[in-house]
């Protein structure tokens, strides 16, 4: 997006904008097993994600079974304004394609 604004930028750049339009919730951060932020834009409502741990590729997902059981332990225990978060780490299609099964 920002190339297409006629710009030429380097890196330092790209991941200033991506900072700030994080804070903005404008886009999602989130930390790899490896410490490094991988930036997404995200769709409204609530989802889960699939991240693929070779090339960061993300696959939106629901997760009804999760939701039901979400709701259900914080009821069980009596909590209330509950909210949740869960990705899904693992290899992708394309990347795992080169790997025996
Ligand atoms: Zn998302
Ligand atoms: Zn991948
Ligand atoms: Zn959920």
């Known amino acids: 997006m920002l190339r297409e604004g006629g ?3 380097g890196l330092t750049t ?5 900072q700030a339009m994080a804070e903005a919730g404008q886009v999602d951060v989130l930390r ?3 410490g490094e932020a991988v930036y997404r834009r995200c769709s409204t409502g609530h989802h889960h994600h699939l991240v693929c741990r070779s ?4 696959v939106e997902v629901e997760g009804p079974a999760v939701e039901r059981w979400a709701d259900r332990v914080a009821r ?3 909590f209330v ?3 949740h978060t ?7 299609a394309d990347c795992a394609g080169g790997l025996p099964n």
């Open 32 to 34: 790899t097993d490896d």
């Open 86 to 92: 869960l990705e899904v780490f693992g290899t992708c």
């Open 76 to 78: 069980d225990h009596g």
């Open 81 to 83: 304004e509950v909210s």
């Open 14 to 18: 790209v991941y200033r904008a991506l």
């Open 55 to 58: 090339c960061g590729r993300t």
């Open 7 to 9: 710009e030429a930028i």
